[in-house]
């Protein structure tokens, strides 16, 4: 009898399922415990942290001095009951830390979908590992008056690097998504 030939495309499907399916499994170790939303007029603030903080690898990039990165993703959507629930915003909240070892403090940006919001400068590695780790009550989302009485949640998940899975596959690191309570916004910005 003779054996048959797996075609290599068989072959490079099967082995870009397996790293979908070991990817995840990787990253449960770091979550988002919870994801908090509070309103201030239009606008709709997320904040969010990672648990139990950043990974050692990400670590480890910082303390060598090279520009690292971590980005939130976060989504406003309608809940529905009976159906999958309505996309109706998403935004991404980036923040890139340089940490300078001669001078021993670290330089901070954050973007928001990609424009510049501010550059500071911390005073050690310790505070911006501490502020690539927090979604820090952001303005995240307006509101207009098609939201009005509509049921509203946030979706916030992190990426924070790229790993290789199987030995070639890179795959982006990330947590899984963590979703707000539900809430409810009015014309005047108050909830019910």
Sequence with gaps: MRARRVPVTVAALIAVALAAAIAPAQDER???PQVETSLGGRDVRVSASLSPGLP??????LASGLPTTVSWELRLFVSRDKWWDGLRDERRYSITATYRPVSGD???????????????VLPGR??????????????AFTMGPHLVDEPLVVRVRCLYGTEVTLGFVPTRAMTSWRRSPVFFWKEGGEAP
């Design 30 to 32: 770091l979550r988002i």
């Design 56 to 61: 050692p690898d990400v670590r480890r990039r």
């Design 106 to 120: 670290s330089t901070v940006e954050r973007r928001l979908d990609g424009r510049l919001l501010e550059t500071i």
């Design 126 to 139: 310790e505070e911006a590992e501490r502020v690539l780790s927090i979604l820090p009550g952001l303005p």
